[in-house]
Structures are given as structure tokens and as C-alpha cells.
């Protein structure tokens, strides 16, 4: 009877070793030119629990997380002046190990601008609609920095009528530092106001964006708000 139990728990245990298999979770940091991204955070969690796993990239843009439970995770990596990169439903198991090959993304460059004049609004103005985009650029990323910047004046006619609101332009700033397809975002805004922030923001200068040391388009959006002030 002894030797029956103890030839039981050892099963047991065996199998409890058997589901308690480990996986490995790796991959690489790269930007949109290629060059890899070191020093970059990642972040592993595990679905439906609170494990948490952190790594931080190598010189050659490597991680390597083991062991990891079987299961499914999600990753995020980031890097201070980058977009987060967030990927949901990375599988690892012990028969298969997961390898990521991840891009990290700048966020759009964004510039806010108050237009302010005296006068009464004549009602509340809806918020600016539109969802933000990101342009894959990373590694050793000089940002965008505004040089010259015309500023937008209140339409008479807008003034007059007590009309308030706000723009949101979506434009390319060029290798060159000059803003490209200017688009308005938001379509609930008086179009006057649209034509005045449009002809502003056209004057406007960058210092460009380099990658890499070399100068690259980015995306910017532009909010400018036109409001009234007794």
C-alpha cells in the first residue's frame, strides 16, 4: 500500500509538471528604416491574470523573456518620444516559441493654437472629431520643432456673428519643413474659420524631422480654436 502511494503521488506530480510547461516569448525592435531600436521597454501580460513580465531591449534591438506559462499575452513596447506599440493575443507555448518583429511608431506631431477675440458666442460649438494617425518613424529620431508660426485671424464675419469653434487640420510636413495636403479633420465648424486657420498654418515652418540623421515627412495635426471673449 505504500509503494501504491507513493507511486501514485509521483504521478501526480509528474503530470502537474507536464501542464506547468514553460514557453519562450522573443523578438527584435526595429524602426521604418530598418536600423534597430535599443533601450526600448518592454511589457508582456497575461490574459485573464496579473502576471506582468518587463525586458528592455539590447544594443542589436533583441529581448528574450523565459520561462513564460503557456498561454496568451499581450506586449507592449515602448520608448521615450515614440508611439506605444501594443499587440494583443501573442501565443506562447512550450512546443512553440514566439518571435515578435515589432515597429515602433511616432506619433503624429500636434500644435494647439487659441485665436481669441472680444465679442459674444452665440452658442456652444461641437468638439473636433477625427481620429489621430501615426506614421511609422523611429530609432534615433530628431522631432519636429516649429520654426515660424503665422497666426490665424478671427473672420469679421464670424466675429460679428458670434460664431466660435474649433479646426482640425491634418497635414505632411515635408523633408523641407513646409506643411503638404493640408486637410480640414472636423467637418462641424463654420467654414470661414476653417479658410482663416488653413491660411495661417500654410505659412508655417519646421525644423524637420530627421531619422537616422536624415529628414523624413511626418504627420502633424494642427488644432486651432477660435473663441469669443466679452
Known amino acids: 500500500m505504500k509503494t501504491a502511494s507513493w507511486l501514485s503521488v509521483?504521478?501526480?506530480a509528474v503530470c502537474g509538471l507536464a501542464q506547468a510547461a514553460d514557453g519562450t516569448l522573443s523578438g527584435v525592435v526595429r524602426d521604418a528604416s530598418g536600423a534597430t531600436v535599443p533601450r526600448a521597454?518592454?511589457?508582456?501580460?497575461q490574459a485573464g491574470t496579473s502576471l506582468k513580465e518587463f525586458a528592455v531591449t539590447k544594443?542589436?534591438?533583441?529581448?528574450?523573456?523565459?520561462?513564460?506559462?503557456?498561454?496568451?499575452?499581450?506586449v507592449s513596447v515602448a520608448k521615450e518620444g515614440f508611439a506605444?506599440?501594443?499587440?494583443?493575443?501573442?501565443?506562447v507555448s512550450a512546443a512553440s516559441p514566439a518571435r515578435l518583429e515589432i515597429v515602433l511608431?511616432?506619433?503624429?506631431?500636434?500644435?494647439?493654437?487659441?485665436?481669441v477675440a472680444s465679442g459674444t458666442p452665440s452658442a456652444a460649438s461641437p468638439a473636433p472629431?477625427?481620429?489621430?494617425?501615426?506614421?511609422?518613424?523611429?530609432?534615433?529620431?530628431?522631432?519636429?520643432?516649429?520654426?515660424?508660426?503665422a497666426r490665424p485671424s478671427y473672420p469679421p464675419g464670424c466675429k460679428a456673428e458670434g460664431?466660435?469653434?474649433?479646426?482640425?487640420?491634418?497635414?505632411?510636413?515635408?523633408?523641407?519643413?513646409?506643411?503638404?495636403?493640408?486637410?480640414?479633420?472636423?467637418?462641424?465648424?463654420?467654414?470661414?474659420?476653417?479658410?482663416?486657420?488653413?491660411?495661417?498654418?500654410?505659412?508655417?515652418?519646421?525644423?524637420?524631422?530627421?531619422?537616422?540623421?536624415?529628414?523624413?515627412?511626418?504627420?502633424?495635426?494642427?488644432?486651432?480654436?477660435?473663441?469669443l471673449e466679452k
Open 10 to 12: 509521483s504521478l501526480l
Open 59 to 74: 544594443e542589436t534591438g533583441d529581448f528574450f523573456l523565459s520561462p513564460l506559462p503557456e498561454g496568451r499575452y499581450s
Open 129 to 149: 472629431d477625427g481620429t489621430p494617425t501615426r506614421i511609422r518613424v523611429g530609432g534615433q529620431v530628431q522631432a519636429t520643432k516649429l520654426t515660424a508660426q
Open 105 to 115: 511608431n511616432l506619433g503624429q506631431v500636434a500644435e494647439t493654437i487659441d485665436v
Open 41 to 45: 521597454r518592454v511589457t508582456v501580460t
Open 163 to 227: 460664431v466660435e469653434g474649433t479646426v482640425l487640420l491634418r497635414a505632411v510636413i515635408s523633408k523641407e519643413g513646409t506643411p503638404l495636403n493640408l486637410q480640414a479633420v472636423n467637418r462641424l465648424v463654420d467654414a470661414r474659420l476653417v479658410d482663416a486657420a488653413t491660411e495661417a498654418v500654410r505659412q508655417w515652418r519646421y525644423q524637420p524631422t530627421l531619422l537616422n540623421g536624415a529628414p523624413v515627412e511626418v504627420i502633424t495635426e494642427v488644432q486651432v480654436n477660435f473663441r
Open 84 to 91: 506605444l506599440n501594443r499587440q494583443e493575443g501573442i501565443q
